[in-house]
């Protein structure tokens, strides 16, 4: 069945750095597009950043452009989220997720802390 698996979260500092990392299995890893999703508390699901299956283009919403930076090892059947220039409103549960938008299966999340 469908696996994903996300690590690499954690305590950060506002204008820190983390890398997330989301281990996929049970499925054609290199045919699906990949995305990250966070949700911070008593808020919705929040679409992040997208990468896709074919060319490796990415989307990214407002507010991560230029800090956050999502990539893909189809190899390892692997994808990371690259986050630079951490700030406190980035503190959310982030989620892998099979499909673009983050809409699709998910994993259980990772927990990112921005705070001084």
């Known amino acids: 069945q469908v696996q994903l698996v996300e690590s690499g979260g954690g305590l950060a500092q506002p204008g820190g750095s983390l890398r997330l990392s989301c281990a996929a299995s049970?499925?054609?890893?290199?045919?699906?597009?990949m995305s990250w999703a966070r949700q911070a508390p008593g808020k919705g699901l929040e679409w992040v950043a997208d990468i896709y299956s074919t060319d490796s283009n990415t989307k990214y919403t407002n507010s991560v452009k230029g800090r956050f930076t999502i990539s893909r090892d189809n190899a390892k059947n692997m994808v990371y989220l690259q986050m630079n220039s951490l700030k406190p409103e980035d503190t959310a549960r982030y989620y892998c997720?099979?499909?673009?938008?983050?809409?699709?299966?998910r994993g259980q999340g990772t927990q990112v802390t921005v705070s001084s």
């Open positions: 997720v099979r499909g673009p938008a983050g809409r699709g299966t």
């Open positions: 049970g499925f054609t890893f290199s045919s699906f597009a």
